[in-house]
């Protein structure tokens, strides 16, 4: 049975640390790190996302505002947003909530965003950083998947990985931070060819297509590491009863064959909160002046 790689422990952890980093710097800084957040239209997955993150960001001592526009904005209105939020000293962290919705351009208002303060590290200059392996802001889910590895005593050195989806958000970064790592990676996608014979070779399999319920027990090699990143909102299973969320793995078919596994909900979307706000109270760091220090290191 496989060991649970839990995001929310991991993540509580990263919380009680930044909690204290924040403590300490306060009156050198004398302001607390501040992140906006620009959301346009009113997706409900991305209302919740928002809300449960303004809650973490209020646990570790980090003022946070939304720029809510209506879905009818423009892209200019919502280019001025992010310009003034570039400008304003309160602010160390802007996150523009995907998806942003049609006809606007979401590559273009990431690019807008101060480099500086592109907490999401969706930046094509923190993107280069990361390809290039000099620090920056990095992309905070592939960032909370590592920490969950490395937290979880998983080896990545020589290993076979394959990566399930080419997204900038997840796939990609996620690639070279393997690789990063030492691992031989394959990013695969919705072309590839017998994607089930690329699985079964894997040791370590992330999931990240967006396909609920994709990766079943015959798609998984024993003792494999598998990271499952999708969110799906499951139909109630009878009427009167509350909706539950599922990812892109099949949870209890492959969870008596891996050697770990993260469960959804409680595995990566803890981490990425966790990771959006380290590098917020990392963009403050910086800005006000705590140089490169790493923060607090975390509790193992
Ligand atoms: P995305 O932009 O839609 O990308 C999905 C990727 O998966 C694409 O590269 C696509 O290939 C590939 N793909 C789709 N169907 C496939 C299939 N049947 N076989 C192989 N590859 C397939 O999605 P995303 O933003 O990367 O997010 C992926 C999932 O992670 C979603 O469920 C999202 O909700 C979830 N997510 C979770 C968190 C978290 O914190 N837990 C954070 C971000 C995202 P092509 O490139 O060929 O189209």
Redesign the pocket.
């Known amino acids: 049975m496989a060991r649970r790689l839990n995001g929310r422990v991991l993540a509580a952890h990263y919380e009680t640390s930044l909690r204290t980093s924040v403590a300490q710097r306060l009156a050198t800084a004398g302001c607390p790190p501040g992140l906006a957040v620009v959301r346009v239209g009113d997706d409900g ?1 991305s209302g919740v ?1 928002v809300g449960r993150k303004a809650q973490a960001c209020g646990r570790v001592g980090i003022r946070s505002w939304i720029i809510h526009h209506p879905a009818t904005a423009s892209q200019q209105e919502v280019l001025e947003s992010i310009c003034r939020l570039n400008a304003d000293p309160a602010c160390d962290g802007i996150l523009v909530q ?1 998806p942003i919705p049609a006809p606007l351009d979401a590559r273009q208002l990431l690019l807008a965003v101060d480099p500086a303060k592109d907490v999401d590290g969706l930046h094509p200059l923190n993107l280069g950083r990361l390809v290039r392996g000099e620090p920056g802001l990095r992309s ?2 592939p960032a ?1 998947i590592m920490a969950l590895l490395a937290h979880g005593g998983v080896v990545l050195e020589g290993i076979r990985a394959l990566v ?8 990609q970064p996620m690639g070279i931070m393997l690789q990063q790592a030492n691992a031989t990676v394959t990013v ?5 060819r017998n ?1 089930a014979d690329h699985c079964r070779q894997a040791e370590l399999l992330v999931a ?5 319920g ?1 990766v079943g027990g015959h798609w998984v090699r024993p003792g494999a590491v598998v990271v499952d ?4 909102r499951a139909p109630p299973p009878q009427q009167g009863t509350r909706a539950t969320l599922q ?2 793995v099949r949870f209890a078919e492959v969870e008596p064959l891996a050697s770990h596994i993260t469960p ?1 909900p409680g ?7 966790a990771m959006l706000l380290w590098n917020t109270v990392q963009a403050w760091q910086q800005r006000c002046g705590g140089g490169t220090a790493p923060l607090a290191p975390l509790p193992r």
Request: aromatic share 2%; proline share 5%.
């Open positions: 997955a996302y995907l905070c889910t909370g399930i989806g080419r997204s900038i958000l997840v796939g695969a996608h919705s072309r590839t994607l990240a297509a967006g396909q609920p994709l990143v999708g969110i799906h990812g892109d959804v595995g990566v979307g803890p981490m990425t909160v």
